[in-house]
């Protein structure tokens, strides 16, 4: 097991102290203005690691509507233009640079026609997969929660559909285990049929809990510590999955709880 954490929970510095690897969070790494990479500024991050044993991965632009989250980065991958593709491409030749582990990226969000939008995604993701195949970079689909309607792969088995569609041996699924509980209501054996499910296709790991319920803030997706939430997250032994955890929480405090409960599992 390796456990990491997400840069939105603290600095380089900081982070380097507590976990053994860090998923670098495009969207708020302050690497772009507007729709512009700026590669001076990847060049600091690449500095920085050459001076510590750190692994990366690398969390890609997604569809988000929150406020905080700049707009100008939005990807929809079931709704794929040149300039969204563009930016997930950058995320993978950035892994290449880096020597990333993983390039995580979400499915696409579903319009009127699902069946559509679901055929639309695999097309565009398809795509994308090529481009990872062709520069050694492994990318992990990540499970959505259901608690928002027009998220696709959600349950299990659209989720497997998906994969097992676009068909490529650079392409695997990152199991979000908090996404998951919210799909499943909070049931802890749902969430480790859940598991079981997906674990030959796992190639990364997102951690971090909720109540399993429906909220009026974030679709009840609040990113808490484990042991803020309903989790039991003895389900991730389901998994037998050796490489990286990351912890998805905002802040230090947070990932070393989350650091401690992980090395229980052990």
Not at 160 to 187: M, R, W
Not at 232 to 242: A, G, H, P, T
């Amino acid at each position: 097991m390796i456990i990491g954490a997400s840069s939105f929970a603290g600095s380089f510095p900081e982070l380097k102290q507590v976990v053994e690897s860090i998923e670098l969070y495009v969207p708020k790494l302050g690497l772009y203005e507007g729709t512009k990479l700026i590669k001076i500024r990847v060049k600091k991050i690449r500095d920085f690691l050459s001076t510590c044993d750190l692994s990366t991965s690398i969390h890609a632009p997604y569809f988000s509507d929150a406020p905080n989250y700049p707009h100008e980065l939005v990807v929809d991958t079931a709704q794929l233009n040149v300039i969204q593709e563009r930016l997930l491409k950058e995320s993978i030749t950035m892994a290449e640079e880096l020597g990333s582990s993983v390039v995580v990226i979400h499915p696409g969000r579903m319009d009127t026609d699902r069946n559509r939008s679901f055929d639309s995604m695999v097309s565009g993701l398809s795509r994308i997969a090529e481009f990872a195949e062709d520069r050694n970079v492994m990318l992990g689909l990540e499970n959505k929660e259901r608690t928002d309607p027009k998220n696709m792969c959600c349950l299990a088995s659209e989720f497997i559909d998906a994969i097992e569609q676009i068909g490529s041996p650079n392409l695997g699924a990152t199991f979000d285990i908090g996404h998951a509980n919210l799909t499943c209501g909070g049931d802890s054996s749902k969430l480790r049929d859940f598991a079981r499910e997906i674990k030959e296709y796992v190639v990364h790991v997102h951690v971090h809990d909720n109540g399993g319920m429906l909220t009026e803030k974030y679709w009840g997706d609040f990113h808490g510590a484990p042991g803020t939430g309903s989790i039991d997250f003895s389900v991730l032994k389901e998994l037998d999955f050796d490489g990286v955890y990351n912890l998805e929480v905002f802040s230090i405090e947070d990932v070393r709880a989350g650091r401690k409960m992980l090395e229980g599992l052990v």
